[in-house]
T-cell receptor
Framework: QQQVKQSPQSLIVQKGGISIINCAYE??????FPWYQQFPGKGPALLIA?????SEKKEGRFTISFNKSAKQFSLHIMDSQPGDSATYFC????????????FGIGTKLQVIP | GAGVSQTPSNKVTEKGKYVELRCDPI?????LYWYRQSLGQGPEFLIY????????DSGLPNDRFFAVRPEGSVSTLKIQRTERGDSAVYLC?????????????FGPGTRLTVL
């Protein structure tokens, strides 16, 4: 049972373009939604996170949009750079209690010059 | 150390053998998590430690998998009678506190290959 569905699985964007990754969740108890970035040979690293009481959060070139009624959220990377090429995972967890994170399948982003 | 470290970085073993994977969390972090990442998939939760005790081992696939954290710091994931399906990257993460929105810091993982 895939509790966090992520698409697309791969994405090619030109330098300077906008990268968009979409996720949907099923468990309405989830109340914390982090995004992780993973480079080859490395572990995932927290990129940005959002709580469902806000509809948007922006940090630099990275923006999360959240639609609680649709149980969907997305990551937008503005002005995408070759250095952004990595695998991105959306995730969900419960903020109360320990943080058992449920990950999406991942999106491999390639930004071409 | 500056981050979470895991050893070995790569482990190749034969079907049926026993393996141990080690995780050194960030100093002072009380919570420790193990995840398994199969090829082309996101990490999947295996087990969570708060201090020395395993507070949630619901993600361990079967009784061939066991993990310990005897002194509340270093943790070892142990796999008995390995099977080819156990091949994956095993990730360890730690956080200062176990709850809420505390950031989990991941190690680079141990890539296990079972021949």
């Amino acid at each position: 049972q895939q509790q966090v569905k992520q698409s697309p699985q791969s994405l090619i964007v030109q330098k300077g373009g906008i990268s968009i990754i979409n996720c949907a969740y099923e468990n309405t108890a989830f109340d914390y939604f982090p995004w992780y970035q993973q480079f080859p040979g490395k572990g995932p690293a927290l990129l940005i996170a959002i709580r469902p009481d806000v509809s948007e959060k922006k940090e630099g070139r990275f923006t999360i949009s959240f639609n609680k009624s649709a149980k969907q959220f997305s990551l937008h990377i503005m002005d995408s750079q070759p250095g952004d090429s990595a695998t991105y995972f959306c995730a969900a967890s419960l903020s109360g209690g320990y943080q058992k994170v449920t990950f999406g399948i991942g999106t491999k982003l390639q930004v071409i010059p | 150390g500056a981050g979470v470290s895991q050893t070995p970085s790569n482990k190749v073993t034969e079907k049926g053998k026993y393996v141990e994977l080690r995780c050194d969390p960030i100093s002072g972090h009380t919570a420790l998590y193990w995840y398994r990442q199969s090829l082309g998939q996101g990490p999947e939760f295996l087990i969570y430690f708060q201090g020395t005790g395993a507070a949630d081992d619901s993600g361990l696939p079967n009784d061939r998998f066991f993990a310990v954290r005897p002194e509340g710091s270093v943790s070892t994931l142990k796999i008995q009678r390995t099977e080819r399906g156990d091949s994956a990257v095993y990730l360890c993460a730690s956080s200062f506190r176990p709850w809420g929105t505390d950031t989990q810091y991941f190690g680079p993982g141990t890539r296990l290959t079972v021949l």
